[in-house]
């Protein structure tokens, strides 16, 4: 197992790389180019640079996060063939700078979705993000998107990215007469012109479930069931049609058994990396995000660990959002302190393990 850690890049990201090489037993990154929109070329010169600061802060980067596929390749349009080329350039790019699991995902229009960014847990006064469906209310998916902004402390979050805002009511109209077959025939179409692209390069393409583990918006969502991953890695029989198993995305759900998924997909070699953190259900649609230790919330991080152990041990993985603690402002979910807690709990858990399979 390697841990690691995301970070958005030194001009989008609080936290320096520094911080990330001093918590104990972090190998590297899960990376990102912040910057990019969906089906734009990642060049080759902005990949060596992000690389090279990464490398000579003493750290890995071997898996990269939010190559995100553009929604005329989800929308199966003509004009799809030119952003798989792009992406297809992409792949080789990445490769060349040694990343072996790219992480996307193939949701229409909203990569997650919570309707509070900071909601106050009693007990302790931190904060978490937060789900309550009945919240959605009468409102627009814009008038969501809208308000996501304004609270994310000043900082971009991953899937809401400005341009693509203006867009979205365009996009949700094109989506109305998609239904989930429709989407993974298009879906199948991406994966069998990347796939061959990734088995040449050594590269993995990660896919991640839906969050929450549900549809919204009346929209096609096809990535958050056991059933619906086994129609995925269907879709294109090679070990780089591979999953990035999300406990926390999948966990929104309570009829997600975790570690019976990690089980079957890890036994079936087509898990390329994990996000892992822990979910409190407090009722129907209804969730927070807690801390990673599992009293906190409902997941039982234990067994998720041993599933890995058993089925994935050389994976990659890294502690998923973290709740705001200790007064620190951050980008929503991505703070330093709590996620660099779970990364030591998590380590902790595998060192024993480890240690009571010898
Ligand atoms: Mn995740």
Request: include cysteine; proline fraction near 5%.
């Amino acid at each position: 197992m390697k841990m690691t850690f995301r970070w958005y890049g030194s001009n989008s990201d609080n936290i320096t790389l520094k911080q990330i090489r001093q918590i104990p037993g972090m190998s590297g990154l899960m990376g990102v180019l912040d910057d990019k929109a969906a089906g734009e070329v990642w060049e080759d010169d902005e990949i060596r640079a992000y690389m090279d600061e990464v490398h000579a802060a003493g750290l890995a980067c071997e898996v990269i996060e939010s190559v995100n596929i553009h929604e005329d390749i989800k929308l199966g349009l003509p004009s799809r063939d030119k952003y798989i080329e792009n992406y297809n350039i992409t792949i080789r790019n990445l490769a060349k700078y040694g990343v072996k699991v790219i992480v996307y995902n193939f949701m229409p229009v909203f990569d997650w979705l919570r309707t509070d960014l900071a909601h106050v847990i009693e007990e302790d006064g931190s904060n978490s993000l937060y789900f309550n469906e009945k919240d959605l209310g009468e409102m627009t998916p814009l008038e969501i998107v809208q308000r996501t902004a304004e609270n994310a402390n000043g900082f971009s979050l991953p899937g809401w990215e400005p341009a693509r805002l203006k867009e979205l009511e365009n996009t949700l109209d094109a989506y109305k007469n998609v239904t989930p077959d429709d989407l993974r025939a298009n879906y199948k179409y991406f994966l069998d012109a990347v796939i061959p692209v990734c088995e040449e390069t050594g590269v993995r393409m990660a896919v991640h479930p839906d969050d929450p583990a549900w549809p919204i918006f009346g929209l096609p969502r096809i990535a958050h069931t056991a059933e619906d991953f086994d129609k995925i890695v269907a879709l294109n029989d090679s070990p780089a049609n591979a999953i990035c198993l999300c406990t926390g995305s999948l966990g929104s759900n309570p009829d997600n058994d975790i570690p019976a998924i990690i089980r079957h997909f890890g036994a079936m070699n087509r898990i390329g990396c994990l996000h892992i953190r822990n979910i409190k259900h407090l009722g129907y649609h209804l969730f927070r995000e807690t801390a990673h230790l599992s009293a906190a919330g409902d997941l039982d991080l234990y067994e998720i660990m041993k599933a890995v152990h058993d089925t994935c041990p050389d994976t990659y993985i890294r502690p998923d959002h973290g709740r705001m603690i200790w007064d620190e402002v951050g980008r929503p979910g991505y703070g330093l302190y709590d996620r660099a807690l779970g990364a030591a709990y998590l380590n902790g858990l595998w060192e024993a393990i480890e240690k009571s399979a010898r």
